[in-house]
């Protein structure tokens, strides 16, 4: 195990989330145990591994939708299982998701899509919202598809989407399910360099899992590595490092792979959007 690199000038803020050797069951089945890592407060964490590791399980633990079996999980220093269900509700709002596969309703227009959040969880008249909408959707670069439907838009305008969604409420945290997936090379790569300028303009903290070493390479800053056999984490520190300084089998298989590189995807494919 390694640890983490010197914070980045974005996090400079300290420890902002952390899980203190949790465990972690789906039925009768534990996914992970003694796991313990910490996010600092503007870094952008990967969770990383092999698939069936339990990433997502941990993305769930985080979001409030499943308890931990024993440990702790902290959000600037407040416990968040030993809260009642209104401190719970209040600490879930500074979290914004952005779900694997966008997860747009269809039946509504983008709009109506970003202005959910703010019709659940707050009183905000209409012609407000639609001032924030407005607002969200430029800062992704859709402000042009706020009446269109999910299915006249592309994957990576979906992604945009349900980005614009996530940062309807000002989160403190964003919570990243595959950002990339699903997306040709370039568009990914312009979905990478949006999720640092969102970092930098707005300072939020981002936890994401992804399968795409080159989004990893090139926007993780920290991060931990789960491992299947062993049911925990077994490296922490940025993808980058995990390369080049871990020497565990697991983590070198799976970070060296193909020697992807952020360089490394087509820059003649057409993006498509």
Known sequence: MISPQPASPHSEGG??????DVTL???EQTVLRHLSFEVRRGSIFAIMGGSGVGKTTVLRAMTGSLPPQTGTFRVNGEDYWTLGAYGRARIGRRFGVLFQGGA????MTVGENVALPMQMFTHIDSRTVRGIVE???ALVGMEDAIDLLPAQLSGGMVKRAGLARALALDPDVLILDEPSSGLDPVSARHLDDLILDLRAA????????????????AIADDGVFLDEKTRTAIAHGSPAELRDRCSNPAVQAFMRRGRTSKHSRSMH???NE
């Open 15 to 20: 420890t902002f989330l952390s899980l203190e």
């Open 25 to 27: 069951r789906q039925g």
């Open 104 to 107: 747009l309703w269809s039946s």
């Open 135 to 137: 607002l969200k959707l």
């Open 202 to 217: 707005l300072e939020t903290t981002i936890v994401m899992v992804s399968h795409d070493l080159a989004s990893l390479f």
């Open 269 to 271: 494919e057409v993006p």
